[in-house]
């Protein structure tokens, strides 16, 4: 049969043999390319050390906030007036002259680490490593550059309406929810502290802190920060569906804890430690299923509010959308609903610590789902603060489209509404007018 085949595709013409040969060379390619990705990523978890990682993965976060602004400025979206900030807050050029500094301070250190590490310094690197933490708290605490001195006004306020269970903003909401996705980032400050007391006390100190239980401790955090917001908002308002979110929130600590549980059976040895870990195991992956469709669903349904069929506006022209949409192009929501379903599922992984216990293979793994989580987060604030403008009826600032799903009716237009061109389901505003209105 295999003779057959191989005097099939002999048999094919020329140009045939032509392009199979270029399938297979791209396929050859393709996957050179991955394994280069993945070497490299081993490279990074074994030779470069937490806290630069961490600090990384901290100034990309910052920088994608950057990008949000910009973009959210570009498209008209008020995200300033709900998330009750001045007109000058929030400049994007602020944001990425902060990350600009952040990614220097970082590069700086790091090759003074690698510079050690490539003559055996030890005492050097542990010296770079300790500085380099030292300098980015000091900078966060005494620099006045106006993105960082917004910053610790940002998050004091945050702090003090937390602690005294004030009313629950939006601001509030969607810090916390970044929180959640920089949740490893807080677990990452527990190893952190634990490698310089292996280095400083001995490493028996050392590994009994990164083994203790502080890392999902930290990484439970955020989720009961926002789980706490939920049942207040449900307190204050009595709106039931905070309590569906308080559960989504909840559903997120299985995954966290079950996978800690989980690591410390991995080294039992013993017949009874193994059918205890195959258990938490299927335990551990329910628990991933539930979380990331849950998540997923929220996401789609209430945060995007995707998947109306209809609404006092009208009925959506583009199928599982909303009458109203702020971005003109319809094919985004769609590409932004199948990328979340992936990234969620990845973002579930992420919160397992006992991926770690695969060595540097799995700390590699954990590593891609940090990067793709922050830049899921970073496509999900588009979205999400769009809704929000949308659902409090907050006028659009720029004469930017709003695509209003629609079919629009002939009807004569009244002396008092605003100049506007309605075609094809696509609400513009004149160049006369300052803002664009959204229907009511």
């Known amino acids: 049969m295999g003779d057959l085949h191989e005097g099939m595709l002999a048999a094919k013409p020329s140009h045939g043999a032509h392009d199979l040969s270029f399938i297979e060379e791209l396929d050859r390619s393709l996957w050179q390319g991955v394994i280069m990705v993945f070497d490299l990523g081993v490279y990074v978890v074994v030779h470069v050390p937490v806290i630069f990682r961490a600090s990384a993965i901290a100034t990309l976060f910052l920088f994608c906030w950057g990008l949000n602004v910009y973009g959210m400025d570009q498209a008209g979206v008020p995200f300033r007036t709900v998330l009750g900030l001045k007109a000058t807050d929030a400049k994007a050029s602020e944001v990425f002259q902060l990350s600009r500094t952040l990614l220097a301070i970082l590069i700086v250190f790091l090759t003074l680490y690698r510079g050690c590490a490539t003559f055996d310094f030890e005492a050097g690197q542990i010296a770079v490593s300790v500085t380099y933490g030292l300098v980015l708290v000091g900078f966060g605490v005494f ?8 910053a610790r006004v940002f998050l004091k306020a945050r702090t003090m309406t937390f602690l005294t269970a004030s009313e629950v903003k939006f601001i509030d909401v969607l810090f916390a929810d970044a929180l959640t996705s920089s949740s490893k980032l807080l677990a990452d400050m527990h190893v952190i502290l634990c490698s310089i007391v292996l280095h400083l006390v001995g490493d028996m100190a050392g590994s009994t802190c990164i083994n203790s239980y502080l890392g999902p401790v930290l990484a439970s955090l955020p989720y009961c920060i ?21 559960g989504k929130y909840l559903s997120s600590l299985p995954v966290i804890w079950l996978s800690a549980i989980k690591s410390s059976y991995s080294d039992g040895g ?40 209809r609404s006092s506006v009208g009925k959506p022209q583009w199928l599982f959308l909303r009458p109203v949409l702020a ?25 397992s610590s006992h991926l770690q216990r695969y060595g ?23 979205f999400r603060v769009e809704w929000e403008c949308i659902s409090k009826k907050v006028p659009f600032t720029s004469a930017t489209a709003l695509v209003g799903e629609t079919k629009a009716k002939k009807t004569p237009r009244r002396a008092t509404e605003p100049h506007s061109e309605v075609s094809h389901g696509v609400a513009r505003m004149s160049s006369r007018d300052s803002t664009v209105l959204l229907p009511t």
């Open 270 to 309: 013993t017949a009874e430690d193994s059918e205890i870990e195959t258990q938490l195991a299927m335990l551990w992956l329910y628990s991933v299923v539930i979380n990331t469709v849950y998540s997923f669903l929220w996401d789609v349904f209430k945060d995007w509010g995707l998947g109306r069929p």
């Open 360 to 382: 540097s293979h799995g700390q590699v793994f954990i590593l891609v789902f940090e990067i793709l989580e922050v830049l899921r987060r970073w496509a999900w604030i588009y």
């Open 327 to 351: 971005y003109s192009l319809p094919l985004y929501y769609y590409v932004i609903i199948v990328v979340d379903l992936a990234l969620r599922g990845c973002w579930s992984l992420k919160l």
């Open 143 to 150: 620099s006045e550059m106006p993105a960082v001195r917004d």
């Open 226 to 246: 926002r789980a706490v917001q939920c049942w207040l908002t449900f307190s204050t308002k009595n709106d039931q569906w905070q309590l569906v979110n308080f």
